[in-house]
Every structure is written in C-alpha cells, then in structure tokens.
T-cell receptor
C-alpha cells in the first residue's frame, strides 16, 4: 500500500515570504499527486495537482514540484498572505482502481503579519 | 465545492444509537467517498462508491455501512454509534475521467457521548 508523510506538522512564515511545504510518499508506482488546503471548519479545497510524467506545475502563486527519484513532492506558495493560513495536505493516487487517495497528515501554515 | 452538501452539519448522539449521515451532489459524479478526519490521523477512507449500488470498503470501515440508491446520494450509517466514532466526516466526489480529482463537501461534525 501507500503511505504518505509530511516533514513538518507546523510552519510559520512572515507575510510576503515564500512558503514551502513538503510531502513524502512510499509507492514508486504512484502516478497522481494533489495538494489540498483546509481552512478551519471547512472541507479540503483543491489547490493544484501534478501527474508523474511531470516534474513541475505552476498555478496562481503556487508551484508543485515532484521528485520521483526520492519520492518527494513540495508545494511552494509565493508571497504568502494571511489568507493562506490553513492546513495543507498532500494526497497520492497509487494508480489502483477507483481513484482512491492516501492523504498525509497535514501541515498547519501560519502567516504572521 | 462541486455542488456537494452534507447533512446534518453537526450532530450529538448517544452511544448505541444509530446515525445516518447524508451526502448529496448535483454534479452527476460517478465516484463518491466517505472519510473521517481525526487529529493525528489525517483523512482516512471509510467506504466508497463507484456507481449506483456499487460500494466497497476503505481502510477504516468497521462499524460503518453505506448505501447508494441513486447517483446523487451517498449515505453513511453508524449502526450503533460508539465514542470512538466521534469525528468529522467528509464526503468527496469525483468524475470518471482519468484527469479529474476528488472534491470535498463541508463536513459533518459528529459527537458520540
């Protein structure tokens, strides 16, 4: 099966700085990776995804990097804003049937003004 | 939110009582999932459905059952609630497209006394 871990349960940054949140996975056959943002009292919200045939994908202020060699992915948030404060999860699809995801435990990002 | 609603949003019940949580979607997505979220564990899959009347177990299915009699509704039942089932429950849906992801509802906070 798949296991997904995060390096840091909490991350505190200053407003305007760049944030980097990391995730590690165990199954080298995993082929689809997603980052979710969860604000307090709400459901997880899709941010960005990447497939295993890519190394990097950019969105608005966010970039996901995938290193398949070491089974690691990261989420970079540029110019972090107070509204970015939330818990961030990575999720991994190992390519089995029915598109099931395995989630990491999450990193709480706190943005200080 | 992909048109996902969950009801009730909050519920307090007593040990031994049956509880049913409802997930309703308006997007005609084929796949539906039930997760629980607990501190220190992240999101864990309880059951999922890959079509009407087609369901299967996830990693933490003991004590739970599900039903899906129509595309838009996925019900999660706790036959006899226990305190260990106190949690926040999230429903997610997904299309059958290979490039899609899971979208989450707002969650149900369940407390079993």
């Amino acid at each position: 099966g798949e296991s997904v871990g995060l390096h840091l349960p909490t991350l505190s940054v200053q407003e305007g700085d760049n944030s980097i949140i990391n995730c590690a996975y165990s199954n080298s056959a995993s082929d689809y990776f997603i980052w979710y943002k969860q604000e307090s009292g709400k459901g997880p919200q899709f941010i960005i995804d990447i497939r295993s045939n890519m190394d990097k994908r950019q969105g608005q202020r966010v970039t996901v990097l995938l290193n398949k060699t070491v089974k690691h992915l990261s989420l970079q948030i540029a110019a972090t804003q107070p509204g970015d404060s939330a818990v961030y999860f990575c999720a991994v699809d190992s390519g089995g049937s029915n598109y099931k995801l395995t989630f990491g435990k999450g990193t709480l990002l706190t943005v200080n003004p | 939110d992909a048109g996902i609603t969950q009801s009730p949003r909050h519920k307090v019940t007593e040990t031994g009582t049956p509880v049913t949580l409802r997930c309703h979607q308006t997007e005609n997505h084929r796949y539906m999932y039930w997760y629980r979220q607990d501190p220190g564990h992240g999101l864990r899959l309880i059951h999922y459905s890959y079509g009407v009347k087609d369901t299967d177990k996830g990693e933490v299915s003991d004590g739970y059952s599900v039903s899906r009699s129509k595309t838009e509704d996925f019900l999660l039942t706790l036959e006899s609630a226990t305190s260990s089932q106190t949690s926040v429950y999230f429903c997610a849906t997904r299309t059958s497209g290979s490039t899609d992801t899971q979208y989450f509802g707002p969650g149900t906070r369940l407390t079993v006394l």
